[in-house]
């Protein structure tokens, strides 16, 4: 543990007491004097020719401002590939897709409007299965591919479904296979799921009589919604002006961008303030769902327990439009051997389009399907084998000088110890405890590990004031997991001053410094080196003043309890006396400076992956459960989850414990019943109702280890990332556990009970043939 | 349009309303009270909860017009005397809020329970805000918080345990 006062302990988050009041505004609690609401005309086919569009109902309506269409506003944007039109032009791809869009004086009348736009579709044949998109003869979501922008990610192939690929080739896997005593393999998949984040989409775009913009928006991305309505509109970065709000949670759902195109598009015709809220329904229906996946997964195993080889085939579901799917394809793909020390890998990983609800970031990258089809293998294996489960892994675990499937050497890893804390916690190996007839008990363990890929660059401003208070100007996004009290915490440990004497500004892009956006758990390790960086520019210069003001070197002086200390002159200067004195310096304001950008990262050679850095930094974990699965009805019951990360350092204590329980909670969900049930296209199930989340009726025992043996050389204080790493682990320790119980294997997420009482009732049939 | 009367944290007030407005737009659209959520309307996440004569709703099922005479609580009427609420304290020292947006209603739904039994239980709590979705966090900070608040008021303390 790092010599720290503030970092590393329990500080009650700065954002909560207007939370907690009802004071602080949320991006849907925003209202802009003149604004206008605006409403979406949303495709009912999944792949259609417009034959005809008729709006000319709908605008004469009264309290009707304007209606656009793809007419209106001929743009497209995307982040990896440039595939995807404001609203639809000649094309719809998916059902749920905007066609047209109305703004009203009120959202009544802008809804009513609706049913006045009359489009006729000449339907194209659609796919909806990626294997299927995979085929010669599969219709093509795309069929001018080859025409789009694109970065440097994405690797799609003009004439196919096949949106981007990755790879990864180390050692000789075929030989490893055939030198190995035992080859297992086996195939998963995972629905899409939602972000279920409570606080809707919504964004209010306006434009000023220079053509200037300003959009409000709860995005993950400020910065990055910036570049890309710039980039996409033709107009300068500094005629477009992007604030971020608090908002209601994000999970990857809100990295920039799909409501906001219609809200410009409308402002843009209207030339009034628009906003748009996405209902519920839209959230589920036409938003972003996370990848559907299907993984299948060989291993060479040999007798003494050592995986000497393992292929990796995974296939993403991306639906209509590649949003962010090939960076979640490439960063769920680089770890999709898990966290463990084997020779031969290769990894082929596919983002296929389809004409469904577009899929995006949620909560781990794509490492969440991943994890679920190696942890689930891992344990069959084991089961198979006869051998623990625990001792298994702990045998073929990265440890630091092991090598990764990048052929990287690791550093700084203790999932190891997270493995022992999680078994230690569930009470692994010891005896179980007898319900009641009619039940099981099991236990399950998963380990994990999960990119945050870089590189990616923060910077940082401190203002200091003359009263020794300082505003944290900062772009990352606080979308709920604590991360504007990280920044001030670092600031008060490094100024010695308090945690509340700290304010952190939101995103503005006019006036808060360049973050592109905040996903892969990257804030605490990028923006909190920034801010620590900031904080001792802002340290250096409040020492120049006083050190000149004593008399005494720079270097003796120390900042604790809102003093600046001379060490052995005996003497100090309050914070709040620094500025305000001085004749040639400045007297009131100090301006701190930080940046950190991970740029050590060294691209991965395309055609093997391999890279000496190939991610700004890993992160590492493992969970345990025990469940209780009722043998008649397949209800599977979390007892208790053990929940083991490795953390680094903890910045929040407390933060990591909200973290870490809630992450859990959310993959729970994921784990026993969440689907985006998707029918032809069409999703069947698009309420939180028939969804179903975790609630506080559902959630079991959660136990949080926070492992900090393994603090990282390049973070703040050692500190790694935790958001999205406690989302991974949590299904296949479930469904391990429901195997232990029952000696079932689900192998296709959720395990609901219709499922497992039919596994059940097919393995009580094999038993007694 | 109907005008209707009734009060809201205390105060009096007087509404014109179209008849098929819920009480949820009134009090964010009308009143300027936007501490209390939209997160659906349609009764499924909570985040709406306020207190209608003393029992908590989901002010989006619930229509502006049959609240007529009622005595609403939201969460900007939670403070009194000028101090938190003990439930407000508490769900800032014990980590009950993250995202905050669920927030606002499971204050309400703890009020209420909190009122009719002083001194719950784990399971009493987790079944009162069993209504409330919170997608952030994993519900016991937020029971920590209820129980560290019912226990508050007699022994002057927070103590959790
Ligand atoms: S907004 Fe009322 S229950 Fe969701
Ligand atoms: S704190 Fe975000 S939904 Fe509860």
């Known amino acids: 543990m790092s010599n720290t006062s503030v970092v590393g302990t329990s500080v009650p988050r700065i954002d909560s007491a207007g939370k907690a009041t009802g004071e602080t505004k949320y991006v849907t609690d925003i209202s802009v004097p003149g604004m206008v609401h605006g409403k979406v005309f949303r495709s009912t086919e999944a792949h259609a020719r417009i034959v005809r569009l008729d709006v000319s109902d709908a605008e004469r309506l009264p309290g009707v ?3 656009v269409t793809g007419a209106d506003a001929p743009y497209s944007y995307g982040r990896m590939v440039e595939d995807e039109p404001f609203l639809a032009r000649e094309v719809v791809r998916y059902i749920g897709e905007p066609v047209a869009a109305v703004a009203a004086v009120d959202e009544e009348t802008a809804e009513a409007a609706l049913d006045h736009i009359y489009v006729e579709y000449e339907p194209l044949p659609a796919v909806f299965d990626v294997e299927e998109a995979l085929s010669p003869t599969a219709p093509l979501v795309h069929p001018q591919l080859e025409s789009y922008r694109k970065g440097p990610i994405p690797t799609p192939v003009p004439g196919t479904n096949m949106c981007s690929s990755f790879r990864i080739r180390k050692g000789d896997v075929d030989a490893g296979f055939a030198r190995s005593d035992f080859v297992f393999e086996h195939r998963f998949a995972t629905p899409p799921i939602q972000h279920c984040y409570i606080e809707p989409c919504c964004a209010i775009a306006e434009y000023d009589c220079t053509g200037a913009l300003t959009v409000w928006s709860g995005t993950q991305g400020a910065h990055l919604l910036q570049q890309l309505l710039s980039a996409s509109l033709g107009i300068p970065l500094y005629k477009v002006r992007v604030i971020q709000p608090p908002y209601g949670g994000g999970f990857g759902g809100k990295v920039p961008m799909h409501v906001e195109p219609v809200a410009v598009a409308l402002a843009l015709k209207c030339r009034r303030p628009v906003r748009v809220v996405l209902n519920r329904e839209e959230e589920f229906a036409a938003s972003t769902t996370r990848h559907a996946s299907v993984v299948t997964i060989k291993s060479g195993v040999n007798r003494d327990g050592r995986i000497i080889a393992r292929k990796v085939d995974a296939v993403l579901d991306t639906g209509a439009y590649a949003r962010i799917g090939p960076l979640v394809l490439r960063n769920g793909s680089i770890a999709a051997s898990g966290p463990y020390d084997i020779p031969n890998v290769w990894i082929d990983g596919a983002c296929v389009y389809t004409n469904k609800v577009p899929a995006g970031a949620l909560r781990g990258f794509g490492t969440p399907q991943m994890t679920w089809a190696y942890e689930s293998h891992t344990d069959m294996i084991c089961r198979e084998l006869g051998l623990d489960p625990v001792e ?29 804390a999680a078994a230690k916690g569930i009470g692994w190996g010891e005896p179980k405890v007898t319900t009641s007839p009619g039940k099981a008990r099991g236990r399950g363990i998963a380990a994990t590990v999960k990119a945050c ?3 990616a660059e923060s910077l940082v401003v401190l203002r200091f004031n003359r009263n020794g208070r300082v505003r944290a100007l900062v772009s990352a996004s606080e979308m709920g997991q604590g991360l504007h009290t990280v920044v001030a915490q670092i600031v008060a440990e490094e100024l010695g001053i308090h945690v509340d004497d700290v304010r952190v500004t939101q995103p503005d892009t006019d006036f808060t410094p360049f973050d592109e956006l905040t996903t892969a758990s990257k804030a605490t390790f990028h923006t909190g080196n920034a801010t620590r960086a900031a904080a001792r520019d802002l340290r250096h210069q409040i020492a120049s003043i006083v050190a000149e003001r004593l008399g005494v070197p720079q270097e003796t002086l120390r900042f604790e309890g809102g003093r600046v200390i001379a060490e052995g002159l005996g003497e100090s200067v309050a914070i709040t006396d620094v500025l305000g004195k001085g004749k040639h310096r400045a007297t009131n ?51 208790r989850v053990v929940a083991a990360h490795d953390v680094g350092q903890a910045i929040s204590r407390l933060g990591c414990e909200q973290q870490i329980q809630g992450g859990v909670v959310f993959a729970l969900g994921q784990s026993l019943w969440e689907q985006t049930i998707v029918r032809e296209g069409r999703v069947v199930n698009p309420t939180l109702l028939d969804y179903k989340v975790f609630t506080s009726a559902d959630t079991p025992e959660i136990v949080p280890v926070i ?10 204080y050692g500190a790694k990332g935790l958001g999205e790493i406690v989302t991974t682990p949590t299904a296949a320790a479930v469904a391990n556990a429901v195997f232990d119980a029952t000696g079932v294997r689900i192998t296709d997420l959720p395990l609901t009970p219709e499922k497992v009482r039919a596994a059940l009732k097919a393995a009580g049939t094999k038993t007694t043939l | 349009m109907v005008t209707i009367r ?16 819920t009480l949820l737009d009134v009090l964010r659209e009308r009143l300027g009270l936007t501490g209390t959520k939209k997160g659906c309307v349609l009764g499924d996440c909570g985040a709406c909860t306020v207190l209608l004569d003393g029992k908590p709703v989901n002010s989006c099922l619930v229509l502006a017009v049959d609240a007529a005479h009622g005595e609403v609580l939201t969460v900007e009427g939670l403070a009194e005397n000028g101090g938190l609420h003990p439930l407000q304290e508490a769900f800032i020292r014990y980590g009950a809020i993250q995202c905050g947006y669920c927030s606002p209603g499971m204050l309400l739904s703890l009020k209420a329970l909190l009122d009719r039994e002083p001194y719950p239980t784990r399971e009493q709590v987790m079944s009162a805000i069993s209504g409330n979705l919170c997608r952030c966090g994993g519900y016991h900070k937020i029971a920590d918080a209820a129980q560290a608040a019912s226990s508050a008021g007699e022994r002057g303390g927070d103590d959790r345990s």
């Open chain 1, 65 to 67: 401002v304007a209606v």
């Open chain 1, 392 to 420: 298994f892994r702990l045998k073929n675990v990265l440890r630091d000088g092991g090598e990764n499937a990048n052929g990287e050497k690791v550093r700084h890893v203790a999932v190891d110890r997270c493995i022992e």
């Open chain 1, 453 to 455: 890929a870089g590189p």
């Open chain 1, 589 to 639: 304001e100090l301006v701190g400076r930080g940046m950190f950008a991970s740029d050590y990262v060294i691209p991965l050679d395309r055609e093997t992956g391999q890279s000496e850095a190939p991610v700004a930094f890993w992160m590492y974990a493992a969970q345990s459960a025990e469940v209780e699965v009722d043998l008649e009805t397949g209800d599977v019951r979390v007892l």
């Open chain 1, 707 to 716: 492992v900090e043996d393994a603090p990282h050389s390049l973070g703040p």
């Open chain 2, 6 to 21: 009734l009060r809201v944290n205390g105060k009096a007030r007087e509404v014109s309303v179209r008849p098929n407005e």
